[in-house]
């Protein structure tokens, strides 16, 4: 599965799901009553997965509403990037640091219960890569190849939509970056961290600072000329904008409600629509 890096407005960006379907249903529910709804194409901002045991049927309503508008998307968020390289969705042998990173950062258990029905084991030895496999092999072919090709970043006119935000902290301009997440390239041949800083000292070469390895990113990425980023990653109490980003995880898969940003056009104030209320 191919999904557009590229995307029309009127856009609609959706914050991080992490399984809440009822929620979502909520949403698109209130969005379908807009005038601009049969036009628009969506946005999600990544985090498909873990938190909610229903990370099953939520990956299944977004591969409907992806099919029912086509020059949708959805990029990947870190709990999708974790869950793609430890239980080895992409076909290629699961790499050490995030078959050990998934099982002690992020919040599994939910997406085992989804798909396999029963919550991991990680006692004996090797009990937890098996698990892995079975969950793998749980998942239908289709919420494996979605989550396995998402796109780290989507482009329109005048916004950027990535899981976290860019980075003052590497030793290339804001534009390099965008092509090098478009190019799912995280290299520090090309994106060089600046000495001393935390992005330096703590440089993981699995982990993309874009994708959620510097939180600080969400509040402030380094900006992009002439275009605004959308973002998600981090848990905000209500819509945060400004000049340079837009923030709309309100939910953090935690508690209601679920945000969507309607983006009219490359220079439109953002609206906001939510699940509840």
Sequence with gaps: MQLPAHVEYPIIAIGDLHGRVAWL??????????????????????????????????????????????????????HDLALVNAAGLHDRPPPAY??????????HKATFLSYVGHTPDFLPVGKWEQELAELKAAMPADHRALLAN?????????????HNGLSPELDCPARVQVECLHRRLWDRAVVNPKFGTDSDRLFAPEYPVWLGADKKLSADPLP??????????????????????VRIDTSGGVCEPLTACVLGGPHAAPEFVFSNG
């Design 224 to 245: 992009l000329p002439g275009k605004v980023q959308v973002s998600g990653h981090v848990k905000v109490d209500a819509p945060d904008a400004s000049a340079v980003r």
């Design 98 to 107: 995030w078959v050990k990173r998934y099982a002690s950062h992020y919040d």
């Design 25 to 78: 249903d909520k949403l698109v529910a209130k969005l379908r009553r807009r005038a601009d709804w049969p036009r628009a194409k969506l946005v999600f901002l990544g985090d498909l997965v873990d938190r909610s045991d229903t990370v099953k049927q939520l990956v299944s309503r977004v591969l409907e509403l992806l099919a029912e508008k086509p020059g949708s998307t959805c990029v990947t968020g870190n």
């Design 150 to 162: 998402l796109p780290w970043v989507a482009e329109a006119e005048g916004h950027v939509f990535l």
